[in-house]
């Protein structure tokens, strides 16, 4: 059983290049999320979706573009990588499309680095 | 405004000893949920416990217990006898309505260290 399955699980990039870190997940939840933890920071809401072509932004979307085409699959894409965009990016996925009762399942995350 | 705090940034126990994690949150909300994840040196993080905003009985799972407490907006976990693979990351989390839309506040996280 599959679950949320991350890729790249690292990654390195040059400042101004762009990426894509993707994110599936096998188990028919409706709510996916990207989250970035930075240390002393937590984990910090980047964008979220509620289903098959709707997304809205968290606390942090500035940089950051996603796009909900599927049930399955949740792209994340940096525009122009820039240095404070190196973190811990985790995807996560949860029944239904309310968060507030949810349980996350998370991804292994994806280890971003930009020079 | 919605907002966690995990006072306890990093803690050092001995193996065998409790330990209790703090977690204090605040919320405008009168109906949320508060959670707990671990995220072991492994990396992947990990679903504990959820606990309704009604519900305030305190849970048992093993050596893991819950103290949920509103009078103080506290959700506080506690190891008995901890070992030396419950070192890791925990997270308290708090979901809820932010700006309007459903949203989850992570903690800052305590690393909890298991000494053999």
């Known amino acids: 059983n599959a679950g949320v399955t991350q890729t790249p699980k690292f990654q390195v990039l040059k400042t101004g290049q762009s990426m894509t870190l993707q994110c599936a997940q096998d188990m028919n939840h409706e709510y996916m999320s990207w989250y970035r933890q930075d240390p002393g920071m937590g984990l910090r809401l980047i964008h979220y979706?509620?289903?098959?072509?709707?997304?809205d932004q968290g606390e942090v979307p500035n940089g950051y573009n996603v796009s909900r085409s599927t049930t399955e699959d949740f792209p994340l894409r940096l525009l122009s990588a820039a240095p404070s965009q190196t973190s811990v990016y985790f995807c996560?996925?949860?029944?239904?499309?309310?968060?507030?009762?949810?349980?996350?399942?998370f991804g292994e995350g994806s280890r971003l680095t930009v020079l | 405004a919605q907002k966690v705090t995990q006072a306890q940034t990093e803690i050092s126990v001995v193996e065998k000893e409790d330990v209790t994690l703090d977690c204090v949150y605040e919320t405008r909300d009168t109906t949320y949920y508060l959670f707990w994840y671990k995220q072991p040196p492994s990396g992947e993080l990990v679903f504990l416990i959820r606990r309704n905003s009604f519900d305030e009985q305190n849970e048992i799972s093993g050596r893991y217990s819950w103290n949920f407490q509103k009078s103080t907006s506290s959700f506080n976990f506690t190891i008995t006898a901890s070992q030396v693979v419950d070192s890791a990351v925990y997270f308290c989390?708090?979901?809820?309505?932010?700006?309007?839309?459903?949203?989850?506040?992570f903690g800052q996280g305590t690393r909890l260290t298991i000494n053999p």
């Open positions: 996560a996925s949860s029944r239904g499309e309310s968060l507030i009762a949810g349980e996350l399942f």
């Open positions: 979706s509620v289903g098959a072509g709707i997304t």
């Open positions: 989390a708090l979901s809820g309505t932010i700006q309007g839309a459903q949203k989850l506040v």
